[in-house]
């Protein structure tokens, strides 16, 4: 039986040498979990389309999405995630988190000793060759 595929993009944003993350909500799943922006893609959406429209939802700012870094998949929940990670390279509007527990401005390097939700290590990795 094959799983159910689900396609998720994630934004880095990076400011002064930290990248914007975000702690997933008590009622999620992944709840607690430290993540990379971004949400599911629907029907017919490119991916930096539907990541413009997370952004917007989830902080309300418009973003500029720049290259493409890196994807990763992962099951959860009986799901296999195909997780794709774009660099943002702007946004206007301010910040402000409608559906996290909180965000936090971290170096890629801190990011990584928090509990992040596991497919965004590699991304997080990538992105360090990437800069
Ligand atoms: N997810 C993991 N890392 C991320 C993002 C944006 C999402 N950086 C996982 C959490 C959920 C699924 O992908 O299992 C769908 O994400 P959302 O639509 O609940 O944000
Ligand atoms: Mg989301």
């Known amino acids: 039986m094959s799983l159910e595929a689900v396609d998720v993009v994630a934004g880095i944003l990076q400011r002064q040498g930290l ?64 997780l794709h990670a774009w660099h943002i390279t702007a946004y206007r509007g301010v910040l402000v988190p409608t559906c996290h527990s909180q965000c936090c401005w971290i170096t890629p390097e801190d990011a990584l000793a928090l509990p992040l939700a596991p497919a965004d290590v590699p991304l997080i990795v990538a992105f360090m060759k990437f800069t």
């Open 19 to 82: 990248i914007y993350l975000a702690q997933r909500d008590e009622n999620r799943d992944q709840a607690g979990l430290w993540e990379l922006p971004g949400g599911k893609i629907e029907a017919g959406e490119s991916q930096q389309v539907a990541l413009c429209r997370e952004w917007r939802e989830e902080f309300g700012v418009d973003i500029t999405p720049g290259k493409y870094i890196a994807s990763h998949d992962f099951v959860v929940s009986g799901r296999r995630i195909y």
